[in-house]
């Protein structure tokens, strides 16, 4: 007994094949972690500083988060910290419920995402259809971009929680207090930022660019906002103060920010599998180690975190293949937090605003987007509806209609695979229903279906006919099934093939079930053939099987079924 309950824990725990292969890769992980690190700052700092919360959290939450997901997490190189996507949800937060919010926000959001760890949703949360992910993406890039125009002009960030609406606001302001020299800053960080790359790949062109910035405003001794202090030291913990009132007026906020940062937490790791050759990552794993570090991380004064994609692909790319990169990632900001605090508290906040709107911009992946917009239309609607909730509503909704909004064009694509036209016997078999094949050779239900030609006119000229049933016989197909087989009509004998039907649900069940009482109170025999052991359950439940004229109107084999077809035809 005291196995079991130890069991789920045991199964999250690190353990010692995490570190596989560190002895060889070492130095690698080493060079990867400090690459990553240096590219995580300026994000670091900019998140904090957007959410209203300061450059300081955004910094914690990069070292301490980074440091405790890298250990209990589920990938080996995956590296995580604050994001565009969770600053997206948070900055409403803050603008509701204050900054002392943001800690009790952090801490039920990580209670609510280990406790789906242990309940080993991980593998559930993956299955987002990919217009919804590249949906939700567009909308996030669009809303990071909107969110740094304030900072962009030079202006106070206007009242308001729509990102859209305080952008304008703050574009109006500009007309009159706006500033050049911080809109000239934003210009000189994407110009680097774009330039970098091409002189060489391996610079850190984020950091360039604000290293580059934080020494034009400091020659030309520009009048522009600068991020300020940082703490000389890391904190020490702190627990926020909770009560029921909190608990219940945040329970909503806190698993919207859960669920967030298990998707995109999880939709990190799984591109990060994409990238490199080492171990796949284990999706509960990676829920508990996300959700301890939300539970730790606003103790020393962050903010909720996630899986971190582009961090985790500079990571990838500079070499990382063990958990080693991550904590060295951690480190290098820590030495930062000690040692640099006076010269990071000199970077300009409009430089900050240039690295995040060049980001935004980055995050929409064309050759992602275009084949989604390409494909179908009901697609292309998913991505389109998912990226304008996004930025209209919120992340969490955005991601909850594009998934309904998705089900919904599934579910109208099958229904209308759905027919029942009765054709010539050896005519093009429909995608779900169609006549005649009963008789046919090639149709490959059962072998030995061959009936001659002869024997083929002469079941047709008594009246029998026989419908295949193909796909899916589901709510959203049953009406028009049910409508197109009660039509027929001059007929003394309906077979009703079953074998390869692959869905049948209750609703499809009790259709087929008035069909076969239409039918048969019509004077026409229905036999149905071969239904799977499930579909068989579900029909004998709703009751569709006791509507049959006689038990022995259900059949295994389709020769048996044609025989008694003969039969019975031949003596009517």
């Given at each position: ?418 027919s029942a036209v009765a054709e010539p016997v050896r005519a093009v078999v ?43 016989l589901f709510f959203g197909a049953a009406q028009r099934f049910l409508t ?89």
């Open positions: 007994m005291f196995t079991r309950v130890l069991d789920p824990v045991r199964r999250l725990m690190p353990r010692r094949d995490d570190y596989e292969g560190v002895g060889r890769s070492w130095r690698k992980d080493v060079v990867a972690g400090l690459t990553v690190g240096v590219v995580a700052l300026p994000l670091a700092l900019a998140f904090g500083i957007t959410t209203g919360l300061g450059a300081d959290a955004g910094l914690m939450t990069a070292i301490v988060a980074g440091l405790v997901a890298a250990v209990f997490g589920g990938s080996n190189v995956q590296v995580s910290g604050p994001t565009g996507a969770m600053t997206v949800v948070l900055v409403p937060i803050v603008a509701r419920y204050g900054v002392e919010a943001v800690a009790v926000v952090g801490i039920l959001a990580g209670a609510f995402i280990v406790t789906a760890a242990f309940a080993r949703l991980g593998r559930y949360l993956a299955y987002i259809p990919w217009p919804v992910v590249e949906g939700f993406t567009v909308g996030i890039a669009v809303i990071i971009f909107l969110q740094q125009v304030p900072a962009a002009l030079g202006v106070p960030k206007p009242e308001g929680e729509n990102t859209a609406i305080v952008a304008a606001k703050a574009i109006g302001d500009a007309f009159s207090d706006g500033s050049t020299a911080a809109l000239g800053i934003v210009v000189l960080v994407a110009f680097v930022m774009l330039l970098t790359p091409r002189l060489h790949r391996s610079l850190p062109a984020s950091l360039v660019a604000v290293v580059v910035a934080t020494v034009v405003a400091q020659l030309a001794d520009l009048d522009i906002g600068r991020i300020g202090l940082l703490p000389d030291s890391l904190p020490a913990p702190a627990v926020p103060s909770f009560s029921l009132t909190r608990i219940s007026e945040l329970f909503s906020a806190a698993f919207a920010v859960a669920l967030l940062a298990a998707l995109e937490s999880l939709l990190s790791a799984k591109v990060a599998d994409g990238m490199t050759d080492s171990r796949k990552h284990d999706p509960d794993r990676e829920l508990f180690g996300q959700g301890l570090a939300n539970l730790i991380t606003p103790l020393f004064g962050g903010m909720p975190a996630t899986g971190a994609i582009a961090r985790t692909a500079v990571n990838v790319r500079a070499g990382a293949r063990t958990r080693l990169s991550g904590i060295v990632h951690a480190g290098v900001l820590v030495l930062v937090v000690y040692f640099g605090g006076d010269l990071v508290k000199e970077i300009p906040i409009a430089a900050l605003a240039g690295v995040l709107m060049v980001t935004g911009v980055r995050m929409v992946e064309v050759h992602n987007v275009r084949p989604v917009l390409r494909s179908t239309r009901g697609d292309a609607a998913v991505l389109a509806v998912t990226a304008a909730a996004t930025i209209v509503f919120d992340l969490i909704l955005a991601v909850e209609i594009g998934v309904a909004v998705a089900a919904v064009l599934a579910l109208r694509t099958m229904s209308r695979a759905a429909p995608p779900m229903f169609d006549r005649p094949s009963a008789l046919n050779a090639d149709d490959g239900d059962h072998a030995g279906e061959a009936v001659d030609a002869e024997v083929e006119a002469d079941l047709f000229s008594r009246h029998i006919v026989a419908y295949r049933l193909d796909g899916a197109e087989l009660t039509a027929i009509a001059d007929v003394r004998v309906v077979i009703l093939r079953m074998p390869q039907l692959q869905v049948l649900d209750a609703t499809g069940a009790q259709a087929l079930g008035e069909i076969v009482a239409d039918l048969e109170g019509r004077g026409i025999t229905v036999l149905l053939v071969g239904p799977r052991p499930e579909h068989l359950r579900v029909l004998g439940a709703v009751g569709a099987l006791d509507r049959l004229a006689h038990e022995n109107h259900l059949f295994v084999e389709l020769d048996a079924a044609i025989a008694h077809a003969h039969d019975h035809a031949g003596r009517q």
